[in-house]
């Protein structure tokens, strides 16, 4: 089992560009959810993705978007990029069903200069 | 007020010694408490999980939750320098075809040798 993996692993933007983050769930799981850390922080919920459709939003700004697939991989997207998009994004999956807990993977770190 | 509470540290104790870590929570309709490590610049990972008040212990591991108080903890028996790493709560929702995993800040704790 491969678990959750993420792509890709380091990230280096420059502000007001563009960015796609990618998110193959582990199997079984068919929920998607997507979140920020900020260096010495919690993660922070962005959204979630549930049959292809976004579920769930945290408090950030439009600049952030996301899409499932019907694979249940994602992608996080990121426009306008701000130095303060600067972390680690995590993506977690899960099982809506079965209530199974949210494995992450190791996550994409993201440097905006 | 933040949902999840958690002193972020850092916390320092010899190798050997018992830890304790602590969360508080403020929405009583929270459902699952989670406990996950993450060592620096990793994905956290699961290392525990309840539903009920009580305790439940795996290994060197026990978390327990008091609902009532709304107050999670884990403790680390015999801690080794391996477990140096930073260690977030979380609660989970799931509601209405989603599922809320809040996170609390993360307590950075250092075993020494």
């Known amino acids: 089992d491969a678990g959750v993996t993420q792509s890709p692993t380091h990230l280096i933007k420059t502000r007001g560009q563009q960015v796609t983050l990618r998110c193959s769930p582990k199997?079984?799981?068919?929920?998607v959810s997507w979140y920020q850390q900020a260096l010495g922080q919690g993660p922070q919920f962005i959204f979630q993705?549930?049959?292809?459709?976004?579920?769930q939003r945290g408090n950030f700004p439009d600049r952030f978007s996301g899409h499932q697939f019907p694979n249940y991989s994602s992608e996080l997207n990121v426009n306008a990029l701000l130095l303060g998009d600067s972390a680690l994004y995590l993506c977690?999956?899960?099982?809506?069903?079965?209530?199974?807990?949210?494995?992450f993977g190791q996550g994409t770190r993201l440097t905006v200069v | 007020q933040k949902e999840v509470e958690q002193d972020p540290g850092p916390l320092s104790v010899p190798e050997g010694a018992i830890v304790s870590l602590n969360c508080t929570y403020s929405?009583?309709?929270?459902?699952?408490f989670m406990w996950y490590r993450q060592y620096s610049r990793k994905g956290p990972e699961l290392l525990m999980y309840?539903?009920?008040?009580g305790n439940k212990e795996d290994g060197r591991f026990t978390a327990q939750v008091d609902k009532s108080s709304k107050y999670i903890s884990l403790f680390i028996r015999d801690s080794q320098p391996s477990d140096s790493a930073t260690y977030l709560c979380?609660?989970?929702?799931?509601?209405?075809?989603?599922?809320?995993?809040?996170f609390g800040t993360g307590t950075k704790l250092q075993v020494i040798p």
């Open positions: 309840t539903y009920s008040s």
């Open positions: 929405n009583s309709a929270f459902q699952y």
């Open positions: 993705y549930y049959e292809e459709e976004e579920r």
């Open positions: 199997s079984g799981h068919d929920t």
């Open positions: 979380a609660t989970r929702l799931n509601s209405g075809g989603y599922q809320k995993v809040t």
């Open positions: 977690a999956s899960t099982s809506m069903s079965a209530y199974t807990e949210a494995f």
